[in-house]
């Protein structure tokens, strides 16, 4: 139940870890050690950012703006007035503002919410900035001004030092005549460049035609990422996750309510 400034979980009973909405260990935690013997591949294993561990690096896009007890989701790189300043005037800014000019001036406004969101969330906390790398436009229009890959990844080094721990890579889809390249992992390229320039300043995010566990766990063999951000298939198949870990023979643990279906009656536990 929940009040207005309260939130109450529903505890299981002594011994029991099923029928309750927070489990341990988590959904989509790895077995360690596996049942068949082989090593997690990366994509099972846990990832620590500050003060928090994330038990695989499967992670949902925001596919709207959410909130918690300790977080906000934006579409920064899309629709946020600081998204915009970033890229410029340009092909789809026309409009000189006092961001705009040089790209010192363009990505002020990010760094200003930046410094603002570090400053006042704990140092726990980790802080993600998803980006638009590329508006798909440098070949179209190669002598126009357009937001390209290589602004992408100095940007990422000014996020870096301001205090950003991951930066979650995209591109833009603004303009009709734009040539996006689309296929399995098709935006997984801009990744790779921002991981190869600052890969020990910040992780890096790869998003986009991500569908089936081999194809995420290539994007981190490859060093494109270090996690992976799905969003459609997620929207298509709820149990994204434990389908990724068939893909992979990874054997992972479900809700006990919804195990109980597929591998018989759960266990009683200790509470942790």
């Known amino acids: 139940m929940a009040t207005s400034n309260h939130f109450e979980f529903n505890r299981p009973a002594p011994n029991t870890s099923y029928f309750t909405p927070a489990q341990y260990p ?3 935690t790895a077995f360690d050690p596996q049942p068949n013997g082989k090593p997690i591949p990366t994509l099972f294993k846990p ?5 928090v561990e994330f038990q695989n690096r ?4 925001p596919l709207c703006q959410y909130s918690s007890d300790n977080g906000v989701v934006q579409e920064w790189q899309h629709a946020h007035l600081g998204g915009i300043f970033t890229r410029g005037p340009g092909l789809t800014i026309v409009e000189a503002t ?4 040089s790209f010192e001036n363009r990505i002020r406004l990010a760094v200003e919410v930046v410094d603002a969101v570090r400053a006042v969330i704990p140092p726990t906390m980790p802080l993600f900035f998803r980006v638009s790398a590329s508006e798909w436009l440098e070949e179209v229009f190669p002598n126009e001004p357009s937001w390209r890959s290589e602004d992408t990844v100095r940007l990422a080094g000014v996020l870096a030092e301001h205090g950003v721990d991951l930066i979650d890579v ?17 935006q997984a390229h801009f990744a790779e460049a921002v991981k ?10 790869a998003v986009g035609a991500i569908n089936d ?12 990422a270090d996690v992976v951000f799905v969003g459609r298939m997620f929207q298509k198949n709820p149990g994204l996750v434990w389908k990724f870990a068939d893909d992979l023979g990874v054997e992972i643990h479900v809700a006990g309510q919804i195990a109980w279906g597929f591998r018989g009656r759960p266990k009683a536990v200790a509470n942790k």
């Open 196 to 205: 190869r320039a600052h890969g020990d300043k910040i992780l890096v995010s």
């Open 47 to 51: 990832l620590k950012i500050r003060g």
């Open 58 to 61: 499967i992670w949902l896009s």
């Open 26 to 28: 988590p959904a989509g």
């Open 170 to 186: 995209s591109s833009s889809g603004n303009h009709p005549a734009q040539k996006i390249k689309t296929g399995p992992a098709y």
């Open 213 to 224: 566990g081999q194809l995420a766990q290539s994007v981190l063999d490859k060093g494109q």
């Open 98 to 101: 006092a961001y705009g000019g």
